[in-house]
């Protein structure tokens, strides 16, 4: 009797060990190759904060910060995490403190139903990271990537422009 061989198509799915620092925190996990960030961060690790709105990279709903950069954890496979400092609305706030995109966010009333509002505030902080919107147009067009249902865009634009000198200032980013 021979043995049957093994082919790609029948060989068992092997998971991939990654590091990253989440929220501050290092930790280790396996990850199959195929998962996406946001499934890890929602089904895995139950960090429900970022939203799974259109699972296409269109509404911002799952926007993060990995390596300070805004990314839509829909379209980011989670094996591209390895090595790498990953912050989600979970992570901003220092203890009791709210970041200051947060406080302004609340003080703006920039939120109705909060379905977007994590992935909104995670890349209005990318967005002060970057450094390039110094106006009312330059905020709406690097925010344009971030939808709203219930179009509370005035006060989210508010609360941004409020917030970004905050987060431009050393220790503003906690």
């Known amino acids: 009797m021979s043995a049957t061989p093994v082919s790609a198509a029948t060989k068992p799915f092997v998971s991939h060990p990654i590091r990253l620092i989440l929220n501050r925190r ?99 902080v990318g967005l002060a990271r970057e450094g390039r919107a110094h106006d009312t147009a330059q905020i709406q067009e690097s925010m344009s990537g971030n939808l709203c249902r219930c179009g509370a865009y005035n006060n989210i634009r508010d609360a941004i422009e409020e917030a970004l000198p905050a987060c431009r200032e050393p220790g503003g980013e906690q």
């Open 26 to 124: 290092a930790i280790q996990l396996d990850v199959l190759p195929w998962t996406t960030l946001l499934d890890l961060l929602r089904e895995q690790l139950d960090l429900t904060g970022s939203k799974k709105g259109c699972d296409h990279g269109q509404c911002g709903a799952c926007t993060v910060l990995l390596n300070g950069k805004r990314v839509n954890a829909c379209l980011t496979l989670a094996v591209m995490c390895d090595a790498a400092e990953l912050i989600t609305i979970e992570g901003l706030a220092s203890g009791e403190s709210l970041h200051p995109m947060q406080q302004a966010f609340i003080k703006h009333d920039a939120f109705q139903c909060g379905y977007c509002t994590p992935g909104q505030i995670c890349s209005a």
